[in-house]
């Protein structure tokens, strides 16, 4: 018969022992991003200890790095001007993609007003701008810094604070995500919106073409029906031309044959 699973979390001699129930063998919902998953049963006590996982973070900075760069590689490839063959990217000048680029660097060199001193900017964890303006990471600098000053890297990413009873996202993990949700956001995000432009304007020029292939076929039968006409005259002109070639052989023969009579 299937049951419940259920763990006692607490000292084992203490009245506020607290039961957990589990529908499942994972319990996931009691302590924030830990999984604790049941293999048995004891009847005695178990001791759980958490600690943090600094491979799990610096991957997740690996992968942040990655798709920073890609972002990079591919808006200096659409940006590029090659003076070889004289040919231009897709978007060289283009305002948008400018304003993507200062606002993606404005955030890599940021500072954090109120994080712990040596822990103010991206650089305190070892991350900065590198060669050819990409996203370079010391993994050595993160590591010691999730080792020696766990709380001053979380408070880098994570530090929140009230103004008139208004919670402010002051960190710099808050401050990303912010900016990727004004760049990407559906229908409000800046690339939605100038991708929204650029639909509209092809619409535009898609509705100038019909009207002008709309003008285009108008003068095309006026013309049509101008040629035709033209060639009924032409027709005429040549019947009369040659009821009138008729005419003139018709009375020169008849004055050849009253000369002769003569």
């Known amino acids: 018969e299937a049951r419940d699973a259920v763990v006692f979390f607490g000292s084992a001699d203490s009245s506020?022992?607290?039961p957990i129930?589990?529908?499942t063998n994972t319990i996931t919902s009691f302590i924030d991003g830990v999984t604790l998953n049941l293999t048995g049963t004891s009847s005695t006590p178990v001791t759980v200890t958490v600690a943090r996982d600094a491979d799990k973070v610096v991957e997740s900075v690996k992968t942040f790095v990655k798709a920073f760069?890609?972002?990079v590689d591919r808006i200096k490839d659409l940006?590029?001007?090659d003076a070889t063959t004289n040919t231009r990217g897709l978007l060289l000048g283009d305002g948008t993609v400018s304003a993507v680029q200062n606002r993606l660097y404005s955030l890599i060199n940021a500072t954090v007003a109120g994080a712990d001193p040596g822990f103010t900017r991206l650089t305190s964890v070892g991350l900065y701008v590198g060669d050819q303006a990409r996203l370079e990471l010391d993994e050595?600098?993160?590591r010691k810094a999730l080792t020696d000053n766990p709380a001053s890297v979380e408070k880098l990413f994570t530090l929140q604070t009230k103004v008139n009873d208004?919670?402010?996202n002051l960190g710099l993990g808050y401050r990303i995500q912010q900016v990727l949700d004004d760049l990407t956001a559906n229908q409000t995000g800046l690339l939605s919106r100038q991708e929204q432009q650029l639909e509209d304007r092809v619409?535009?020029?898609n509705d100038r073409i019909a009207d002008m292939n709309a003008l285009l076929a108008k003068k095309q039968q006026r013309l049509e029906a101008q040629f035709q006409a033209m060639e009924q005259s032409l027709a005429m002109l040549q019947q009369q031309q040659t009821a009138l070639s008729g005419l003139v052989s018709i009375n020169w023969s008849a004055g050849s044959s009253s000369s002769g009579s003569r």
């Open 69 to 71: 760069n890609d972002v």
């Open 79 to 81: 940006t590029k001007y």
């Open 140 to 142: 050595n600098r993160l």
């Open 166 to 168: 208004k919670v402010q």
């Open 203 to 205: 619409q535009l020029f």
């Open 16 to 18: 506020a022992t607290m």
């Open 21 to 23: 129930v589990s529908s």
